[in-house]
């Protein structure tokens, strides 16, 4: 009898020993492996969602997982988008016939169980249990733990046989295909390509995801910011006719921006969304495919807070103000105009704004887009057609943008214009179409036919002289700095700066209220992401259109002898005997005068500097904090920049090889925050970015004898190719070096000294170096930086 207790004691032991046994076995089953040590020694106390996880998947895996381009749809800027998880399906697919269903989060579904049903798959536990059941629940950890057993090399480049390139395959495994998944890709873990985490960043996640995949709220918006949102809903929502059609033009506008209010938290941010609630209540997005589609009988404009890690590559800041609130008043509701009926819904009036919008001051118009001229250019950038061909490669590497002014006595500043408004209709109207040829055509003829009364109804008495010519340009009233602007192309992405940064450009745009609402319309309001082939390829052709009306306006103020030959130098190979796709009747008629040397664009930019004076700007300022004052610092910066502005200048085979965006790092040997960030931007010549190329094509075309790089103070992009560290005392050999690259082994080397490669274990160090700097450079406007494009060199 005295045996009975300890037998059972016994048999109890062996039950729970038996039970954690099969635990293990259960949990190593095909080759996950779970991570028992680290499973074992978590602590009871949950980890801190936002102190702890979200700093590490803000830098090690929103890097690669933050907006539409995402591999597997996977965006990780969020616990709504990490509860979404992944999916099959690619938004960037080009060769579809039939649109797809559009998938934004926090607007197409509101649910974990609505994503499920548009065929989202789970990446951590949809519904937590214990720790092992989580992890071997979790393809997040999956991949994570594939990474760990499969290390990469920490020298030299990836092998060959791993993609890096934008647009590799995707496998996109949900968990009952990862066994099958891991053993035939084990070199292809998470982070994808780039370093393994470090231990602690490893434990920290793996401890998140088997304590559950917890996450929490970010804080309510400040008291501050709702305050102005309470004013401003409170404008936008007022049912009368005129107040009703200035807030549909207005959210038109802002639906991509990232609104800051004045005297909020610089990283604080909101969102014009249309709701079925009113203010007060939570907001219930309204989801259409696009900004000026119907949103049905009853709906609020709302501001909704941005919770979402803010990434560079989309960010679109837009500054909100009781300046700004003012301004609205003194262009849309000051002025004396009647609004009748409201314009329709359907597609050829609502994505044609000289039609939904003919009622509105076309001055104003023109003057609200003028005043954040920056951000509407950034909107085709940083929207969702940023990517690929759609709109960027018909544009060159580098040019400047000037802008007609407002009250200058052209025919396009003129209410006439809305006159015009059906032959200033563009594709998208048309939505999901096939017909391309045909498509086409009938738009350019509706082109031409615009340009040709716009002919008829210019009258020019003379030429002027060019002092007298700059008159018609836009002088940002004496204090805007969207007066002029940079675009930079990198490929496949761009970006836009303030003022006429590096030397003169090969082509420049000159913009009116036509061309800059059409551009906003064609390539943002109203394109679809998500739509077909034949969408994506007519807002391409198109861009090109309205990319040649805008270098025809800047061609205009050239003199006449050289006009025709600069036309047809951007144009090589595809202008012979087609020189009637737009009309080019002004070829032959002088409208400047006064030029007195062989280099009339760099004349004529000598005098835009002179006339906007600081307003063409050279860009940024570099931020250095008190080390400003710092005598010696300020001496071993000059020697620096002057050393870096050499690269500018590149010959030989360099050409073939540099990165469009190379980020540089000088360190100065002190506080790192004191070190010096350059960005080597690639200006390369193309014969002409004209008609539909893939990036082989674009490089057959390639006229490397007129390549230039252009070298700023700052970081420019939201996609670096590569990074560079140098220290300081070795800047005069980088620049060297730089410029005795006359081989591909040559480069190698190169690289191999002051590059940071894929492989190299120190590379999230300058990653999060890169992220830092940009916030420090611009609080407000930096944002995570993106490496899916960072190059395997």
Known sequence: MRLAPVLTALLLLASTSACRSSSRILSTRGQAHVDFDIVERMPEERLSYADEVRPILDRRCVVCHGCYDAPCQLKLTSGEGIARGGSKDRVYDGSRLLPMRPTRLFVDALTTEE??????????????????????????????????????????MLPRRIDTGLNREQYCPTLQEMRDYERERPLQGMP?????????????????????????SPPPPSEVALAQVRAWEELLNRRDPKHQLVARYLYEHWFLGHLHFEGDDPRSFFSIVRSTTPPGQPIVPVATRRPYDDPGPSFHYRFSPITSTIVAKDHLLYEMSEARMARIHELFFEPSYEVGELPGRGPRVASNPFRAFAALPLRSRYRFLLDDARFFLEGFMKGPVCRGQVALNVIEDRFWILFFDPDAPISTNDEYVNQLGRLLAMPTELEDNLRLVRTYRHYLDLENRYLNRRREAFSIDRAYPIDEAMGAL????????????????????????????????????????????????????GFDVYGNVGHQLNTRMFMDVLRMEAEDYF???????????????????????????????????????????????????????????????????????????????????????????????????????VADVAYVRVRLGGDPAD?????????????????????????????????????????????????????????????????????????????ALYGIRRTNPTLWEHADWFHDQALREEPRRGGILDLNRYQNR
Not at 118 to 133: C, I, N, Q, T, W
Not at 492 to 499: C, E, I, N, P, W
Not at 605 to 629: D, K, M, N, Q, W
Not at 698 to 705: A, G, K, P, V
């Open 675 to 751: 070190d010096l960030a350059y960005t080597l931007l690639s200006d390369k010549s193309y014969r002409n970015v004209s008609w539909m190329l893939s990036e082989e094509e674009l490089n057959e075309r390639r006229d490397y004898s007129h390549d230039r790089q252009t070298v700023v103070p700052w970081l420019e992009g939201a996609y670096p190719n590569f990074f560079f560290v140098v220290d300081h005392d070795e800047v005069d050999a980088f620049v060297r070096d730089y410029h005795g690259i006359q081989s591909r082994r040559d480069y190698e080397r190169f690289v």
């Open 555 to 657: 061609l205009a103020f050239m003199p006449q002898a050289r006009r025709k030959a600069m036309h047809e130098s951007w144009y090589v190979g595809i202008r012979e005997g087609q020189d009637d796709d737009t009309r080019t009747w002004w070829l032959d008629r002088e409208f400047v005068t006064g030029y007195q040397t062989d280099d009339p664009m760099r004349e004529l930019f000598t005098h835009v500097r002179a006339y906007l004076g600081p307003l063409a700007g050279h860009g940024r300022e570099r931020p250095c904090g008190a080390s400003c004052e710092d005598p010696m610092r300020a001496e071993v910066v000059h020697r620096i920049d002057h050393a870096m502005f050499g690269l500018r200048h590149i010959e030989g085979e360099a050409k073939a090889y």
């Open 474 to 525: 836009w002088r940002g009233d004496g204090t805007n700095r969207s007066a002029a602007l940079t675009v930079y192309r990198h490929l496949d992405s761009a970006s836009v700066d303030f003022g006429l940064v590096g030397d003169v450009p090969e082509t420049a745009w000159v913009l009116d209220y036509p061309l800059l609402e059409r551009i906003h319309y064609l390539l943002v309001a």
């Open 115 to 156: 994503w499920r049903a548009l065929d989202f798959h789970p990446v951590v536990a949809d519904e937590p249990g214990g720790p092992y059941a989580n992890l071997e629940a979790s393809i997040l950890y999956r991949m994570l733990r594939l990474k760990q057993r499969n290390p990469q090399p920490l020298v030299g």
């Open 192 to 216: 994808f390509a780039l370093p393994n985490l470090s231990t602690e960043e490893y434990e920290t996640l793996v401890t998140w995801i088997a304590q559950g995949s917890h996450t929490t």
